[in-house]
Structure formats: structure tokens, C-alpha cells
């Protein structure tokens, strides 16, 4: 027995009485199949509808075969037994769903009109994290030309046309001028017709007017597989994404103390400035490493000449600073000298090894001794680091590390 289409119909606010003629098992969960159902399963880029069949949630609902699968949990399923069922649509849910596939038809039929480029497919996202989309078939969509489209489709919202379904048959698929191939073995096509805008042919739910859309928002556009994805948002949504816009303006307003509208440029001025504290800092913290690298190697006796320390081996360890700066002094004392530098930062548990000296390879210094003492790393010829596990593993490390090469 097939199952009425019910969910074409306007949703009401009193639950659905429907009959459930069967319970399958389906992929680790169940199946129900009804004799009608307000529903409607995924299907040409929209979600299936979401609810509740005698108070069980639904968690997805799929069109196989010429049948309607309303699915849910195994143990949900286990609840329920053939007969009369009360179905309580998610009518938020559907209502998103219906303006957003609405508003859809308008969009690719504006842009094909204003662009002259199709639309190839469409998904419609849960959220605003997981925007609607189109791809459309050119590779480039102008800022201009969005914005001309979006304006475009703000008019027709406004104008509220009627959202016009034909059914073929019994009118004839061939006497409208359709945006897209109708699908084939099928033995009825509805046709969507936004008056003066689009004709598509289409099985999904839609508004009775454009102005049910509410609004319409072109999020953006990127080059996708040789076309353009253009992602938008419609109806509640927008509303939603500018009171989150509006808070984080104002919280942005409030911490630049300047107005709303001007947070872009103030942002700006904040950045110019971060850069320019952040080269001073860059600076200041090489100044200081240079500073560290020349009392470590007057310490150690090898600061008279670039050539001195040549054949020895400096180890250090510093408690007081991370692998980043130590990273820092080890490449100006690489600079001043031509000994073999093993520096450590305790606080990270890892060392670095460095020689200036393009004729030395250190690998043999550092490598045998590291594995022996459960350090992990690697490098080349006049860079290696490694790392350890604890503290105790780093210190035998340095200590074994004979002074001479």
C-alpha cells in the first residue's frame, strides 16, 4: 500500500492521525511504514522532516523503493505496535526547510536570469553554521553582481508573488518554460511556479508566497569544481545571524570605544598597532637572546673570535626559559662561535643541537646518546633536536655528551 503524501499539505497545529502498517528492522534501528504521514523524507537537497510518532522521536525519514521509511531508535521501535499513531510534526524545523527551499528556486532563477548561469545542485544546511548552497555553473560571480542578485530577490520577497504548484499530468510538463531537465520515469512532475520568476520543476516543500521568505542573505561565493558555490541563508535565519553579528559588534564597539559603524576601521588601527608592538617585541627578545648567547660564550671562554671553540662541544640547560628561546640564543651563539652548542629548555624537555661549521656533522654526536636515553628526534648535518620524557632522561642526556669532538 502506498503512503498518502500528506506532508504537502499546510502543517497543522493538531497532531496527524495516521495507521502504522509495518515495523522493519533498518540498519541497527526501525523502520515504520504508514498508510499517510505528514513527513516528508529527504529528498532533492532537503532534509527529511524531524518529530515524534506516538510520543518516539523520529531521527530521519527516507523515500526507497516507492516507500516511506520513518526511522528511529531499535529500542524506540520496540515501543510501538501496528495500528493508529498520533505524527506531531516539527513544524520549526519544516517551516525553515520550506522558506529556505523557496527562497532557493527564487535565488537560482534570479541569477539565472540576471547572470545567465544555471544552478547544477543545491543543499539545504541545518543551521547558519551549516549554510544553504547552490553551484552554479560558471567560475566567477562578481561582488557586483551579488549584490545586484540579492536586491533582486529582496524585491520579489517584497512583492510577495504567489507560489504557484502544477501537477503534470494532467497540465503538460512541455508547456513551461523550466529552469531545469524534469526528471524522467516519473509518473507525475510537479512543477514549481514563483510567478514572474522561476518555473522548476520540483518535489519538495514551499512557501504559498515569496513573501513567507521573510529575507534573504548571500553569505558568500567560492570557486567550487569549476563553478561557483554560492551559500546563503533566508527567513528566521538572517534574523538569528544579525543579533549574533550585533553582539559581537557591540562587544567589539565597546572594547575599541568607538561607534558600531566604525569597528572596521577600528579594528584596523588595532591590528597596525599590534604589528608594530609585535616587530618591537620580535626585536627586543633577539637583543636579549643575542645578549644571553654572549654571556654564555664569555662564560665558557669562546667569544674572542667566530673561529673560536672550534672541536669543542657546549652543553647548557635552561630552567627559565621554553624551546622557542632557546631556540633564539642558540642561533646568535651560532653566529659567534665555531663550537658544536647543545642547548636544552627544562621547562619543554627538549634540546636543540647547532654548528656553523659546514665541514662538521653532529648527527654522531647527539643521535646514539639521545636513543640511548629514550629521546625521540631528529635533523641534519648543523641542526638536530630531540625530546624526552622527563627530566631526569634529559639531564643523563646532556652529561653523557662528551666536551670534545
Not at 231 to 255: K, P, W, Y
Request: proline share 5%; aromatic share 4%; net charge negative.
Amino acid at each position: 500500500m502506498e503512503t498518502r503524501k500528506a506532508y504537502y499539505d499546510p502543517p497543522s497545529t493538531v497532531p496527524f492521525i495516521a495507521n502504522i502498517l509495518e515495523i522493519r528492522p533498518y540498519n541497527d534501528m526501525a523502520a515504520l511504514i504508514l498508510d499517510a504521514t505528514v513527513f516528508y523524507p529527504e529528498g532533492g537537497g532537503q532534509g527529511g522532516d524531524r518529530g515524534t510518532i506516538n510520543g518516539v522521536p523520529v531521527l530521519d525519514v527516507q523515500e526507497k523503493d516507492g516507500e516511506i521509511f520513518h526511522i528511529m531508535a531499535g529500542v524506540d521501535g520496540q515501543k510501538l505496535k501496528t495500528g493508529p499513531a498520533e505524527l506531531i510534526l516539527d513544524r520549526g524545523r519544516r517551516r525553515d526547510f520550506t522558506v529556505h527551499h523557496t527562497a532557493q528556486h527564487l535565488l537560482s532563477g534570479t541569477i539565472l536570469r540576471m547572470a545567465g548561469a544555471p544552478t547544477v545542485s543545491m543543499h539545504l544546511g541545518d543551521d547558519t553554521a551549516h549554510p544553504c548552497t547552490i553551484d552554479v555553473d560558471t567560475r566567477e560571480l562578481t561582488t557586483e553582481t551579488l549584490t545586484a542578485v540579492e536586491d533582486a530577490v529582496a524585491d520579489a520577497i517584497e512583492e510577495n508573488h504567489p507560489v504557484i504548484i502544477h501537477l503534470c499530468p494532467p497540465e503538460r510538463v512541455e508547456d513551461f518554460p523550466l529552469r531545469k531537465v524534469p526528471p524522467k520515469g516519473e509518473e507525475v512532475i510537479r512543477v514549481v511556479e514563483i510567478q514572474g520568476n522561476d518555473f522548476s520543476p520540483c518535489c519538495g516543500t514551499h512557501a504559498a508566497t515569496t513573501g513567507e521568505i521573510g529575507m534573504l542573505r548571500i553569505l558568500g561565493a567560492e570557486k567550487y569544481k569549476g563553478m561557483t558555490r554560492v551559500s546563503f541563508i533566508a527567513g528566521r535565519r538572517v534574523l538569528r545571524d544579525s543579533r549574533v553579528l550585533r553582539r559581537n559588534a557591540e562587544t567589539v564597539s565597546r572594547a575599541l570605544s568607538v561607534p558600531v559603524a566604525e569597528t572596521g576601521a577600528g579594528v584596523s588601527v588595532l591590528m597596525e598597532k599590534a604589528t608594530q608592538l609585535e616587530r618591537k617585541l620580535k626585536a627586543l627578545e633577539e637583543d636579549a637572546a643575542l645578549r644571553r648567547a654572549e654571556a654564555l660564550l664569555r662564560e665558557a671562554g669562546l667569544l674572542d673570535t667566530s673561529a673560536a671553540g672550534e672541536g669543542r662541544v657546549l652543553t647548557e640547560c635552561f630552567a627559565d626559559a621554553d624551546m622557542e628561546e632557546v631556540l633564539r640564543i642558540g642561533r646568535a651563539a651560532q653566529g659567534l662561535c665555531a663550537a658544536v652548542l647543545v642547548l636544552a629548555s627544562q621547562r619543554d624537555l627538549k634540546f636543540a643541537g647547532l654548528c656553523a661549521v659546514k665541514s662538521v656533522d653532529i648527527r654522531p654526536l647527539l643521535k646514539e646518546p639521545m636513543e640511548k636515553h629514550s629521546g625521540k628526534g631528529g635533523g641534519g648535518p648543523s641542526f638536530f633536536q630531540g625530546r624526552f620524557s622527563t627530566a631526569e632522561d634529559l639531564a643523563a642526556f646532556l652529561k653523557s655528551i662528551p666536551q670534545t669532538r
